[in-house]
């Protein structure tokens, strides 16, 4: 093989695999379960159709074609990592040895030009051979590989295996004869049916696949309208659990406005039956906004009334280590009082306008004179990584003023709040994800159940906004396969596979109908042949006579008479005897021809030049109630020449002797 051939072979493979990539891709838009499986998977019947047609050197091309497909329906549910890949290069070595053993069976086991889908039983064993017997392979190998990398589980085994080998079967079924007419079309066995097959075969799918979408939305619809009645009292219960915490932590608010000059004991007592209440509530405390020139006598008041020495305001510096505030800034908002203190104790004193993500939120309340949230933060009191918010509450002492005088806050630790709303509520079989997509965040996860961990382009979900304390939060609902296999009627996939059922049948119908007319016609065609090659043949000089008068002769019949083409036919027969007695004993032979059935004469033929010649006439009744006969004539002149020449020669000899 030179260059130029491998060239074009490898061109070739590509090609049949992005066609391959195609059929399947369209086909897995009907799936159920995995996605993985489908009620028809055309691309089954385009790399049989391929290696029956190209040989096994395009194998490759089904492979890749196959592979390409599964990572490309890995990449839908995930990250694709070097298990997708295994997986899909398996599921590709059991398509492509399906499509090779399909034709394998083929040709060993039907007869020589079974793909013309001609006769019924060869093209129902071809098919069944093709289809069901072949499809027996991927479905085994594909779906026992999903099962090993632990992507379906034991219990759905045998339901993958039934939809992955009737997808299979169908599209090899369903989409062969398609494939063959189209690579054929100009083939007399496709050219003289196609148009009596694509058309209700197109429209019988046509009418299936329109039927199968108008069934699927509506139960979409019905499961989204399920997600939806169980996100709405998620949604609520968030919305509900946000402003009971900004009712507490806006009490600490008009607990400062009662008492100004508040004391930590009279801060602890109030703050410890919430906290008691509410042990999803990390901390609650009290920011001051103190002015420069106040900082030094607010850190001593400070130290006297938590008992402790030396409390300075402090910021985090380029280590994350909190170090006191060295330069001087017009304005502080430190932590004054926290409660619970014993985990806390260390967040005394922080500046929380030190940090920008704070003081935006320190800035929106300010601004708005309402509550304000926090994008998700580590805490300063916390020594892990897990992330929080903090819940600011303006507090004006003096009426009316230009800025809070302070801030009630409440820290809260995300996983404990969202486990404490989500996990009474989650229903089993769906997955979750709050996030944070403020534009001031990149969007940022706020909670995700254990189920999910990335996000997912799920075909049923549910997503909800929610606005509170200046931020925009999106809580999406997945429903996972388990969720989807106890809800879903399944409706959908049964009137696809219906419909498919029925549009195959349909198209075996119209295969055997057109292709028994087909053989007819050619069978026709082969008798008219040989008809004619008889009657047109330049031994036999022939003639159908009805009434005496010629309705008919062939050009051998003209010719030996000397006539031009159709100059004999309407003419009387007499006109083709040398004489008249002739003509009359001929007509007194008709009796015997209904009786008989043939009779035979020879006699003299008169030719339009007027030239006698002897011929050996035949005739046989055609229809007896119309009078038609037909008459074959051989020209015999040569003969009696010779026997009257042999005649003439013996009677001269025995003349001589006499």
């Known amino acids: 093989m030179n260059l130029s051939s491998i060239i074009k072979l490898i061109a070739l493979n590509f090609i049949i695999a992005i066609i391959y990539f195609i059929f399947g891709a369209t086909g897995l838009q009907l799936g159920v379960l995995s996605g993985y499986s489908t009620a028809i998977f055309p691309a089954a019947g385009v790399a049989f159709v391929a290696i029956f047609t190209g040989g096994s050197k395009l194998l490759p091309a089904v492979w890749l074609g196959s592979a390409s497909i599964n990572v490309w329906m890995s990449s839908k549910f995930g990250d694709i990592g070097v298990q997708n890949i295994v997986v899909a290069a398996s599921i590709g070595i059991s398509s492509s040895l399906q499509a090779l053993v399909a034709v394998v069976l083929t040709k060993r086991f039907c007869k020589s030009g079974s793909e013309k889908l001609l006769n019924t039983s060869n093209s129902l064993w071809f098919l069944l051979l093709a289809g069901p017997m072949a499809c027996l392979i991927a479905a085994s190998w594909a779906c026992a590989t999903l099962l090993t990398a632990d992507i379906i589980p034991s219990t759905e085994f045998v339901s993958h295996w039934l939809h992955w080998w009737l997808g299979d079967t169908l599209g090899v079924i369903l ?97 410890e039956s919430i906290i008691d209440n509410h042990p999803e509530l990390s901390a609650l405390s009290w920011n001051p906004r103190i002015s420069s020139s106040d900082r030094s006598q607010f850190e001593a008041y400070i130290s006297q009334q938590m008992g402790m020495s030396n409390i300075r305001i402090t910021q985090r510096d380029q280590l994350n280590q909190l170090v006191p505030v060295k330069e001087e800034r ?71 003023s230009d800025s809070a005088d302070g801030y009630a806050v409440g820290v809260f630790h995300l996983d404990t709040i969202w486990q404490r709303i989500f996990n009474k509520q989650l229903t089993e079989g769906l997955s979750l994800i709050l996030e944070d997509i403020d534009p001031s965040t990149s969007n940022t996860i ?8 990335t996000f997912q382009d799920f075909e049923y979900s549910l997503v909800d906004d929610i606005y509170f304390g200046g931020r925009h939060w999106r809580l999406s609902i997945y429903a996972s396969p388990s969720y989807l296999s106890s809800k879903q009627s399944l409706l959908a996939w049964q009137v696809l596979l219906a419909g498919v059922v029925f549009t195959s049948l349909l198209q075996l119908l119209l295969l055997s109908i057109t292709g028994h007319h087909y053989m007819i016609v050619q069978k026709v065609e082969r008798l008219l042949t040989e008809q004619t ?126």
């Not at 019988?204 to 989204?224: C, G, R, S, W």
């Not at 708005?368 to 992330?387: E, F, S, Y």
């Not at 119309?626 to 074959?632: A, G, P, R």
Request: hydrophobic residues 40%; neutral net charge; aromatic residues 10%.
């Open 330 to 400: 017009s304005s502080y908002v430190p932590i004054a009082y926290i409660s619970p203190l014993g985990s806390n104790i260390k967040a005394i004193g922080y500046d929380i306008s030190s940090n920008p993500v704070r003081l935006n939120a320190l800035n929106l309340a300010n601004t708005t004179g309402k509550v304000a949230i926090t994008a998700p933060i580590q805490l300063v009191q916390d020594t892990d990584t897990r992330m929080g918010i903090l819940l600011l509450t303006p507090v004006m002492l003096n009426n009316p």
């Open 446 to 453: 706020l909670f995700h159940s254990d189920k999910i961990t």
């Open 533 to 658: 090659a008889i009657l047109d043949n330049k031994l036999l000089a022939i003639a159908t006579v009805c009434d005496r008068h010629i309705i008919w002769v062939n050009s051998a019949m003209e010719l030996m008479l000397g006539y031009d083409k159709n100059e004999l036919n309407g003419c009387s027969t007499r006109q083709c005897y040398a004489y008249e007695k002739d003509f009359q004993s001929i007509g007194k032979a008709y009796t015997n021809i209904q009786n008989v059935g043939v009779i035979r004469n020879e006699l003299e033929f008169l030719r339009k030049d007027g030239q006698h010649i002897w011929v050996d006439m035949r005739g046989a009744m055609l229809h007896k109630d119309k009078d038609e006969s037909l008459w074959v004539f051989v020209d015999v002149t040569e003969r009696k020449q010779a026997e009257l020449t042999s005649i003439f020669s013996e009677k001269k000899f025995k003349a001589l002797f006499d």
């Open 175 to 271: 989409f062969t004869p398609l494939l063959l007419m189209v690579l054929n079309y100009r083939k007399p066995w496709w050219s003289q049916r196609i148009k009596n097959i694509i058309l209700p075969v197109l429209t019988a799918l046509t009418i299936t696949l329109l039927t199968f979408f108008y069934v699927a939305d509506n139960e979409k619809a019905h499961i989204t309208n399920q997600l939806k009645e169980i996100a709405s009292p998620i949604t609520e219960s968030i919305k509900s659990n946000l402003y009971a915490y900004q009712e507490l932590v806006g009490s600490i608010g008009n607990l400062v406005k009662i008492n100004p000059s508040l004391e930590y004991s009279l801060f602890e007592h109030f703050t």
